[in-house]
């Protein structure tokens, strides 16, 4: 059967329409998409905007409004506070200080400026002014060296030793001892290290060797004599030295003060006299009210000897140290800044082999005001006191004891 013409063209015609329909409503969506995108960053940048304004002029304040029957919340920004302003301060001169105040300073009544100049200055303190015999005692104490090399060594580890390096002092020893091993001061010298360490039975080993010399080697004979038949350590209530009566004179206007320290011998037995050590520390009073130690830079004003030299606590039972200290002359500006000192007083320790055997004061006062000094000088803030034992993670007082053992 042939097809009409008419129902074909009507057939296209309907497809076209349907064709144009769907064109317009995929334009219609578009734009719907569009319009809703620009509608939702318009509402972002409104949102933006009042949390700017809120931010920049201050709090919120709420109000409750009524329309139409609904109560809806309205959130009014309130406006900040003005702020007023300031000019930049200028620092006034002189001069304008005194108009303000007047040149005679009534405007300052009641008003004080702190005096930065005499500031409390740094506590410095010393290990004290140090007295010891001459050590030319022993030329004439014990036989002479024969090598003139061996002689210089010894005398260096006795110099080296005395200022405590004992490690040194031993090397030169076995230096000197590689030229001449027979030499008795070698031996005798390196007795009084071992001595000083508190190894006592090295030192026993040392007097022994020079007790098989003989005594054709003299004073050291003696001595090892006296070491072996008393021992070499102390019992603990010997005290070989003590201090006499310690005599000061002090000039009448206090800047100067001379002590006389008397050092008087207790035991029969040998003694050593380099080992003998005096020390004595002065104390300045500062503006008649704070007592303070000399720091060590100004020791140079105190000068010391022996009124006897060299000693020899073997024809005298007391020998006699002194000690002069002078206070510099301070014009109107040190005054000012460090304070107008006077002496005060004194403390003299006695030392032998290293260990205290007597101490004396002037003023009594000054025992404890030396103790606290010399507490604080050496304190070691990580050291722990004697008899207690570091914290332990994780060890209780329980931990700390032995098993219990198995019945």
Do not use: C
């Not at 009042?50 to 809806?72: P, W």
């Not at 100067?256 to 004595?280: F, G, K, M, W, Y």
């Amino acid at each position: 059967m042939d097809s009409n013409p008419t129902d074909e063209a009507s057939v296209m015609e309907m497809q076209q329409i349907q064709q144009l329909r769907m064109a317009g409503v995929s334009r219609r969506s578009t734009f719907a998409i569009v319009a809703g995108l620009l509608v939702f960053v318009g509402f972002v940048q409104m949102v933006m905007l009042g949390m700017a304004l809120i931010d920049r002029v201050g709090e919120t304040r709420v109000v409750e409004v009524k329309e139409e029957g609904e109560v809806k919340v309205v959130y009014i920004p309130t406006l900040a506070d003005e702020v007023p302003k300031v000019k930049k301060a200028k620092a006034r001169s002189y001069e304008d200080l005194l108009k303000t105040y007047g040149a005679d300073t009534k405007g300052l009544a009641g008003y004080r400026l702190p005096d930065i100049t005499k500031s409390k200055p740094a506590r410095v303190s010393s290990s004290g002014v140090e007295i010891r015999p001459s050590q030319a005692f022993d030329s004439e104490r014990f036989p002479r060296i024969k090598s003139s090399r061996v002689e210089k060594l010894v005398e260096e580890a006795k110099s080296i030793h005395l200022s405590g390096d004992v490690v040194k002092a031993i090397l030169k020893l076995e230096e000197a001892e590689s030229i001449d091993s027979n030499e008795p001061a070698v031996m005798y010298r390196r007795a009084l290290i071992y001595e000083s360490m508190r190894n006592w039975e090295r030192a026993s080993d040392q007097y022994n060797e020079l007790f098989m010399m003989g005594a054709d080697i003299g004073a050291y004979y003696d001595i090892a004599v006296d070491k072996i038949a008393n021992g070499v350590k102390d019992a603990p209530d010997v005290v070989p030295f003590q201090l006499g009566n310690v005599v000061k004179r002090v000039g009448a206007d206090e800047l100067s003060a001379q002590i006389s320290i008397p050092v008087r011998r207790l035991s029969t037995r040998q003694i050593e006299p380099s080992q003998i050590d005096v020390r004595i520390f002065f104390y300045d009073i500062v503006d008649n009210k704070e007592v303070v130690p000399v720091p060590q830079q100004r020791e140079v004003n105190i000068q010391k000897r022996w009124v006897t030299d060299p000693v020899d606590w073997e024809k005298e039972e007391e020998e006699v140290a002194q000690a002069v200290y002078t206070l510099p002359a301070l014009g109107r500006s040190d005054v000012h800044l460090f304070g107008e000192r006077r002496y005060f007083g004194h403390v003299v320790e006695l030392y032998y082999k290293g260990e205290l055997m007597d101490q004396y004061a002037y003023p009594g006062r000054l025992h404890g005001i030396h103790a606290k000094d010399q507490y604080e000088q050496h304190y070691d803030p990580n050291a722990l006191p004697f008899g207690v034992l570091p914290g332990m993670e994780g060890v209780d007082g329980e931990g700390m004891l032995l098993p219990t053992l198995d019945e």
